[in-house]
């Protein structure tokens, strides 16, 4: 149950129940999902390698996290690769730097595609995905630099990058930042599926992306800090890898009129962050189920493992609900509360409670990867489309 003194604290932003979330997962919706509430939902639709699942939840007052998923074209060439992309875009400050990539890292990686191999037909390299995120950053910090003067703040939006591709039968995971890709795997005689974590986070509580830090800046004593029991870069924030976080990145950015709060007593000459996304590539085969991409709101909750079983056992349709609801499950067991209850929590306060949770879900068709992918549907949908802005917008 909700203590009396936290149920003051929500009272004001405490709104009636409305029908469950999950158990009714075919409801009107269309091409384009569907927005109820603070929800956003495509519960099931079918993508060039297979089928899928997409669904939001907001917690902030603005919704931070973006999404994408496109099937068909990798590259503007008629000739290139054709495949799955999934882009989770987890904001951090506000929402432009994540909806600005939103808009631009999928085309950049088709644009650069081209750049790279105009005269020959072949497939989507980590070296393209890279230079896409590199160019997706530069493009941000143009924004950030002519909206200085008028607009400060932006310097410190920033957004976590997390990219999965499948492509002629092999996967790309590119991610810069804490969101996170696990796959569903069978693996024994059991036919048990087992949860592999793909990609490698760049999160100050990690040890490994500690050390990296301290190598990275050898002559900052103070790189990392233990602050409050969270490990953060120069006390302020947790990830050492992001797309925006322009104060962190250029000096110039990092002085009046931006607030104090995020200002460091001392200049630096190379960035902080890094925009440069950890990759892995590898061959897909038939054991290999689904993939779950999700912002960490999910993780905070779920574990690997609960979130394939989850997966596993329940019918395809709403599944990336389901694991949002499983999440939503847990935050209100820490709380103390029901579930019930903070249904009822408005945006802002939810925030209390859980962050935005992101999730897409990608069944994997063996028969459908291992045949040429110049066929199949062609789509293009973005996450969170009609949940509701900040009411001051």
């Known amino acids: ?82 495949g799955t992309f999934v882009g989770i875009y987890d904001g951090h400050g506000g929402p432009e730097a994540s909806k600005f990539i939103n808009t631009r890292l999928f085309d950049n990686i088709k644009a650069i595609h081209v750049a790279e191999f105009a005269s020959e037909n072949q497939g989507i390299s980590p070296d393209v995905i890279s230079q896409a995120f590199l160019a997706t950053e530069e493009e941000f910090l143009s924004v950030v630099k002519k909206q200085w003067l ?51 986070e760049h999160n100050a509580n990690l040890e490994s992306v500690r050390e990296e830090m301290r190598s990275l800046h050898p002559d900052d004593p103070h790189i990392v800090v233990l602050k409050h029991n969270v490990w953060r870069v120069k006390g302020i924030i947790q990830v050492s890898r992001s797309l925006g976080d322009a104060y962190l990145k250029k000096a110039e950015f990092n002085k009046a009129p931006l607030l104090s709060k995020f200002r460091l007593p001392e200049t630096f000459h190379k960035p902080i962050l890094k925009a440069e996304p950890s990759i892995l590539v590898q061959k897909l085969y038939p054991q290999d189920q689904f993939l779950i991409f999700a ?60 962050d935005d949770i992101t999730v897409i879900v990608l069944f994997l068709d063996s028969y459908l990867i291992s045949r040429s992918s110049s066929r199949g549907p062609m789509l293009s949908i973005r996450g969170g489309g009609g949940i509701s802005a900040d009411d001051s917008t």
């Open 1 to 82: 149950m909700v203590t009396t003194t936290f149920r003051k604290i929500v009272s004001p932003c405490w709104k009636p129940s409305v029908e469950d979330d999950c158990e009714n997962s075919s409801r009107g919706q269309d091409s384009s999902g569907r927005a109820d509430g603070l929800w956003w939902y495509k519960d099931s639709g079918q993508h060039v390698n297979g089928e899928f699942s997409m669904a939001v939840i907001q917690a902030n007052n603005t919704l931070e996290d973006h999404s994408q998923l496109e099937s068909g074209p990798l590259s503007l060439l008629d000739s290139g690769p054709r």
């Open 150 to 200: 008028s607009n400060p703040q932006i310097a410190s939006v920033g957004s976590c990058c997390l990219v999965g591709i499948v492509c002629s039968g092999l996967l790309y995971i590119a991610n810069a930042g804490d969101s996170r890709a696990v796959l569903g795997r069978v693996e024994n005689d059991m036919k048990e599926v087992k949860a592999v974590q793909l990609s490698s």
């Open 295 to 354: 912002s960490d709101g999910l993780w905070e909750h779920l574990s690997n493992q609960e979130a394939v079983d989850i997966v596993n056992n329940c019918s395809r349709n709403g599944t990336a609900r389901k694991l949002i609801k499983a999440a939503l499950q847990e935050a209100a067991k820490k709380r103390e509360m029901r579930y019930s209850d903070l249904k009822k929590v408005d945006r802002g306060v939810r925030r209390h409670f859980h």
